[in-house]
Nanobody, 125 residues
Framework: VQLQASGGGLVQAGDSLRLSCAAS????????MAWFRQAPGKEREFVAA????????YYKDSIKGRFTISRDRAKSTVYLQMNSLKPEDTAVYSC???????????????????WGQGTQVTVSS
């Protein structure tokens, strides 16, 4: 499985961005797809995840209501719609895929099997 993230950029506070993560191959019936982010000088943190089958979504508490994760099974693509962006959302955003994860695994980056390259999101105040 290869993951290709895109959609980052430089925006102003309050703006929106949609990130995309396209998967090149593989079957995803048991997979969870997730977005993580890493700001300069900080550890990588979980943002959101979605079950490929069923579409159940999970979010970091601080971004609930502003970010929405979704997937298009036909396009093998996962999206992260980010609204009302804040300067503290500035980070490199990476997508990941993992199989057999349980709820308590979602925020653990080490549990994911595949990673895409990051895409930079910069939010100016």
């Amino acid at each position: 499985v290869q993951l290709q993230a895109s959609g980052g950029g430089l925006v102003q506070a309050g703006d929106s961005l949609r990130l995309s993560c396209a998967a090149s191959e593989g079957t995803f019936s048991t997979y969870i797809m997730a977005w993580f982010r890493q700001a300069p000088g900080k550890e990588r943190e979980f943002v959101a995840a979605i079950r490929w089958i069923g579409g159940s979504a999970y979010y970091k508490d601080s971004i609930k209501g502003r970010f929405t994760i979704s997937r298009d099974r036909a396009k093998s693509t996962v999206y992260l719609q980010m609204n009302s962006l804040k300067p503290e959302d500035t980070a490199v955003y990476s997508c990941a895929a993992g199989s057999g994860l349980i709820y308590s695994d979602l925020g653990r980056s080490g549990r994911y099997d595949y990673w895409g390259q990051g895409t930079q999101v910069t939010v100016s105040s």
